[in-house]
C-alpha cells in the first residue's frame, strides 16, 4: 500500500483518541521516519514500543497519549497475526511453570540495585504507593506499607510471610514499626542479596525461592505486587500455597494490579521488553482461584494511584539520568521512558486497576472491620 494511505489509516484511528500527526498538542505525535506507519499497522502495540525505541517517533507527553489511546481503545483496534500466536501459546503452555520461575529476576528485577535506588522511594518498594493526603512519594509508600499491616492487625510477636518481598523494604518496615518476625522469598538475586544487607541484624529472614516451594506456619502473609507474576494457569495453586502456610485464624493480603476482563497474556512489548510471561489477573480469576478456599473480608481499589506513583518514578528517572547513563543507553531511557509513561497513561483512563484484597481461611469471628 502506498505511504500516503498508510499514513491516511494511522490518521483515522488517531482521530477517534484525539491524536494528529506532527500537531502541536503536547499528546501529539512527532513522526520521524515514514514507515512508521507501516510498521504500525502491521505490528500493533509491539510496532509502537519498538518504532520509539528506536527514535522513529516521539511525544512531548506520553502519558497524555496513552490515556487518549486508551480511552479510545485504539489497543483493540489492531490485532496483529502474532498476537493471536502468543494467546494460543499462552493457553496451551504453562508460561510460568516451576522451570521458568527465575526468568522474571534475571530479565527485570537483576537489571541493577543502581536504576531501582535512583527511581524509586528510600524502601525501594516497587508496588502502587497510597496517596490519600502524602505529598512525596516517601511519604505515600509508607502510608501504603502501614495500610497493609493495619488490614493485617500485625501484632508483636507474629510470624509473617512476604511472598515477592523486593529489597525487603516491607519487611523490614513490618519489622520495626509492629515488632514482628518476617519471612521474604523472592526470585530475585540482586533482591535477595540486598535484602539480606538491608535487613541485616533484624528477625528477617529473606529466601531465594519460588512460592510453590515455600514451607512452614505463619500468622499473616502477604503479597504485594507479585502474583502479576504468576499466570492464570498457576493462580489456584498459588492461593492453595497460601492456605497450606497459613493458621486457621490468620488472615491474607494480596496486593495486585488488575486487569478489567480475564486475559491469559499480557501486552506484547511489556513482555518482551519488560515484565517476560507476565500478565495482569482480572477480578473474575482471582475470585476463582480463592473459592472455597478463602473467605472474601475486603476488597480495596485504588488504582488511579498508580499514575501518580509512576509519574513520581518517572520524575526520579529523568532526574537520575546523568548518573545512571554511565550504565544505561539512550535505548534503554528510551525503553524505560515508555514502559513508566504508557503504564501511567494506562492507570489514567482506568484500563488498569490496583486492588488490595484480604481473605481468611474460615471468616474473621463477628466480621472483619475495613481499614482505609
Not at 131 to 159: F, N, S, V
Not at 179 to 190: A, L, M, P, Q, Y
Not at 323 to 340: A, I, N, S, T
Not at 347 to 366: D, E, T, Y
Amino acid at each position: 500500500m502506498p505511504q500516503d494511505k498508510l499514513r491516511q489509516k494511522v490518521e483515522k484511528l488517531l482521530s477517534f483518541a484525539d491524536v494528529k500527526i506532527n500537531g502541536d498538542r503536547p499528546w501529539d505525535i512527532q513522526v520521524h521516519n515514514d514507515e512508521l506507519y507501516a510498521r504500525f499497522l502491521a505490528e500493533g502495540s509491539m510496532g509502537v514500543g519498538k518504532s520509539y525505541v528506536d527514535g522513529w517517533w516521539d511525544c512531548e507527553r506520553l502519558d497524555k497519549l496513552f490515556d487518549k489511546v486508551f480511552r479510545a481503545e485504539l489497543d483493540t483496534k489492531i490485532k496483529p497475526f502474532s498476537c493471536l500466536f502468543e494467546t494460543i501459546k499462552a493457553k496451551i503452555v504453562n508460561m510460568q511453570k516451576p522451570s521458568r520461575a527465575f526468568n522474571i529476576g534475571r530479565r527485570h528485577y537483576d537489571m541493577g540495585n543502581d536504576l531501582y535506588r535512583c527511581m524509586l522511594d528510600k524502601r525501594m518498594i516497587y508496588s502502587c504507593a497510597y496517596w490519600d493526603d502524602a505529598k512525596t512519594l516517601d511519604h505515600a509508600q509508607e502510608l501504603k506499607l502501614d495500610l497493609i499491616c493495619r488490614k493485617l492487625g500485625l501484632k508483636p510477636g507474629m510470624r509473617v510471610l512476604d511472598i515477592g518481598c523486593g529489597w525487603g523494604g516491607a519487611a523490614k518496615f513490618a519489622v520495626q514499626r509492629y515488632k514482628v518476625e518476617v519471612v521474604g522469598v523472592t526470585v530475585s538475586d540482586n533482591q535477595y542479596r540486598l535484602g539480606k544487607e538491608i535487613c541485616r541484624g533484624l528477625p528477617v529472614e529473606i529466601r531465594r525461592q519460588d512460592y510453590r516451594s515455600i514451607d512452614g506456619v505463619f500468622d499473616r502473609v502477604f503479597s504485594i505486587g507479585m502474583i502479576e507474576h504468576v499466570g492464570c494457569k498457576n493462580y489456584r495453586t498459588f492461593m492453595r500455597v497460601v492456605k497450606n502456610c497459613l493458621k486457621e485464624d490468620g488472615l491474607f493480603l494480596l496486593h495486585t494490579i488488575g486487569g478489567n476482563g480475564s486475559v491469559a497474556t499480557i501486552d506484547p512489548w511489556i513482555n518482551r521488553y519488560i515484565f517476560p510471561d507476565s500478565m495482569l489477573p482480572s477480578a473474575k480469576q482471582l475470585s476463582a482461584a480463592f473459592n472455597g478456599l478463602f473467605v472474601l473480608e475486603d476488597w480495596h481499589s485504588f488504582g488511579v494511584y498508580y499514575d501518580k506513583t509512576l509519574m513520581q518514578w518517572f520524575k526520579n528517572f529523568h532526574e537520575n539520568w546523568e548518573f545512571l547513563k554511565e550504565k544505561y543507553d539512550e535505548r534503554f531511557y528510551r525503553m524505560w521512558k515508555f514502559y513508566l509513561l504508557s503504564c501511567a497513561g494506562s492507570f489514567r483512563a482506568r484500563k488498569n486497576q490496583v486492588w488490595q484484597i484480604v481473605l481468611s481461611p474460615q471468616g474473621v469471628p463477628g466480621g472483619y472491620h475495613a481499614i482505609r
